[in-house]
């Protein structure tokens, strides 16, 4: 987002000193205004526009003085409506609204919830790190208690089990993956340029975390299917925009018409295929070195079409 616009709305709240002087809303909402008329006649442009202007304003205004639950609702109605008045449905941007709104509500903490959140998180390192140079059965409470410089009673105020450590460290990895490509993929428009970095990111985060993910596929044959299944539910949900840019996609001839679900399903366990093949190697090369490989397959597939194989000697067979 324009570094002027987040400057424009963090100053309009920052300058509203008590709550009854509501100028803040209309101010903000004169900014979203200005920034639709700018636009294209498109749906999809302009409703990513208005949710990342509300996110950021919603964010300014939670974080100020002047925040009430009175407030916020005068905002998002403010803005649902001048949304609807430039010929953005208030039907398409509700849900995304709504996940909005509960992503900010998980992150406002006190400092208690964020010590206990600390002590969680050495708990969790210790553990990743006892699996990954001992295994899963080798390991114990005692051990991950001591490389965490912990008392085991705290331990288990923490995790009744070491089977609930273990569970609480693949729920954590996925959700820390979410969290990274949500960040790094929201800025982005071209669905191709999504996809691609989504499988880039996908090879590099195993890459980087081989040595937990060699030990919970040994424990847990279901892994793969696991994280691929909330990855990508988790994904869609965190780029709301997405099912609109692969519509879009799709209208302007870039896209076949198709279930995008089952695609990003079949994208992703092409690519566990191609990690566990990579695992059993010996994962001693950069699984990113498959990433031509990977591109060309899932972008156009690996057969040459019968009126073009008389004409190509392009075809090679890699070992």
């Known amino acids: 987002m324009d570094v002027s616009m987040e400057h424009a709305v963090n100053s309009i709240v920052s300058n509203t000193r008590a709550h009854r002087d509501t100028f803040a809303i209309p101010e903000i909402i004169k900014i979203l205004e200005t920034q639709l008329h700018a636009l294209p006649n498109d749906e999809a442009t302009r409703s990513d526009t208005i949710l990342d202007i509300v996110d950021l304003a919603a964010r300014a205004l939670i974080a100020s003085p002047i925040y009430s639950d009175t407030l ?26 709504l996940f909005q709104s509960l992503r900010r509500s998980s992150e406002g903490e006190t400092s208690k919830r964020k010590k206990q959140k600390d002590v969680r998180r050495r708990i969790l390192r210790a553990a990743l790190t006892e699996f990954s140079d001992k295994g899963f059965h080798a390991s114990t409470i005692d051990s991950i208690a ?10 288990y105020r923490y995790f009744k089990t070491k089977e609930s450590i ?20 929201s800025v982005q428009d071209d669905v191709l340029t999504i996809i691609e970095s989504v499988i880039k990111m996908y090879l590099s985060f195993f890459e980087q975390n081989s040595s937990f993910f060699k030990v919970i596929i040994q424990e847990h044959k279901d892994f793969g299917r696991e994280f691929s299944e909330k990855f990508i539910q988790e994904l869609i949900l965190a780029l709301p925009g997405l099912k609109r ?38 994962a001693e090369r950069s ?6 490989t990977v591109r060309e397959v899932l972008f156009y597939g690996f057969a040459i079409p019968p009126d073009q194989a008389a004409n190509t000697n392009l075809l090679k067979v890699i070992s």
């Open 72 to 97: 916020m609702r005068e905002f998002y109605r403010s803005a649902i409506d001048i949304a609807e008045a430039n010929g953005v449905p208030r039907e398409l941007i509700l849900e995304d609204l």
């Open 146 to 155: 001591d490389r965490a410089d912990i008392a085991k009673g705290t331990v």
């Open 166 to 185: 273990f569970t609480a460290l693949k729920e954590d990895t996925m959700s820390e993956f979410v969290e990274l490509a949500r960040k790094d993929l």
């Open 245 to 282: 840019r692969c519509w879009k996609a799709s209208r302007s001839g870039r896209l076949k018409q198709m279930n995008y679900f089952t695609v990003f399903y079949g994208i992703i366990g092409f690519l566990n295929g191609v990690i566990q093949k990579w695992l059993s190697e010996g």
């Open 287 to 292: 699984l990113l070195d498959e990433i031509d």
